[in-house]
């Protein structure tokens, strides 16, 4: 399904932009602004030519409001509109295409995931040239019950995939413009593909490298997950069954070539120790 969009005006400055940030937003009108502001002090810490993205998923409060008067306040800061409420899969998508970065990296809006830790992920991408740089999350004050939650999920990714991720559903990463368009791509229907983010790279044989990241409250707002998931967790097995038998006759695409020839392409260190996990 194709979502409609409008966006803020591209930046002017005609310089190669080699970061973007996607951050999907429902009604995050108290989170928008400390997202802005601590993201755009990371890449001044960076020195690096970035953009923020934020993806309006049909709020309903005034966090187009808020985005759309930090996009008037810099350029580095662009915003794109759903008309309707369709997913956080369908805002990173939005979110891709919009961007202008050869490389992308994926934020939750609600400040979950830190924006201070988007260098990390950078770096070990840097360092390494994986496909994809994937945090793994060390909650800091989220309930007991999450964890448990995200491990048993965890658990049954690798379980039914044949991998070794320690975060597999983690949704804190940063790809190549590229990889991550071909990871978005699914024949069925899913309403928890992000879930699957990692399960996802995985089966198309891309590269994968994990990096330790805090994972703290929520900021501000209301998350999607009720206080005992059995129903989100029942409907995430299914789909997990669902997206298995659509991948069941995957080989490798060959992803970990093109690493390398990214490698040569741009100058980047080739790895002389440690493989990804």
Request: contains cysteine; hydrophobic residues 35%.
């Amino acid at each position: 399904m194709n979502t409609r969009y409008t966006t803020t005006p591209a930046p002017r400055h005609g310089k190669p932009i080699t970061l973007s940030v996607v951050a999907p937003c429902f009604n995050e009108e108290g989170n928008v602004n400390a997202l802005v502001d601590r993201t755009l002090s990371v890449f001044d810490e960076m020195g690096t030519v970035a953009e923020i993205i934020l993806v309006d998923d049909g709020s309903a409060d005034s966090t187009w409001g808020c985005i759309t008067k930090r996009a008037e306040q810099d350029e580095r800061v662009r915003g794109v509109k759903h008309g309707e409420n369709s997913g956080i899969e369908a805002a990173w998508k939005s979110g891709v295409e919009t961007s202008e970065g050869h490389l992308v990296c994926l934020i939750d809006a609600d400040l979950q995931n830190r924006p201070e830790d988007i260098p990390l992920l950078y770096k070990t991408y840097v360092r390494e040239v994986p496909d994809m740089v994937q945090a793994v999350r060390h909650p800091t004050g989220s309930p007991k019950r999450r964890h448990v939650f995200s491990r048993g999920l965890n658990l049954l990714l690798n379980t039914a995939f044949g991998m070794k991720l320690r975060d597999n559903k983690s949704g804190f990463i940063l790809a190549r413009r590229d990889v991550l368009s071909n990871i978005l791509r699914h024949h069925y229907t899913y309403r928890y593909y992000q879930s699957f983010i990692g399960v996802a790279a995985g089966v198309r044989g891309y590269l994968i490298a994990e990096a330790d990241t805090a994972f703290e409250s929520r900021g501000a707002g209301k998350s999607f997950l009720p206080r005992f998931p059995i129903m989100v967790s029942a409907r995430i097995a299914w789909e997990l069954a669902k997206y298995r038998y659509e991948t069941w006759s995957w080989s490798s695409r060959g992803a970990t070539g093109r690493s390398e020839a990214l490698r040569q392409s741009v100058g980047l260190p080739t790895p002389t120790q440690g493989d990804a996990t």
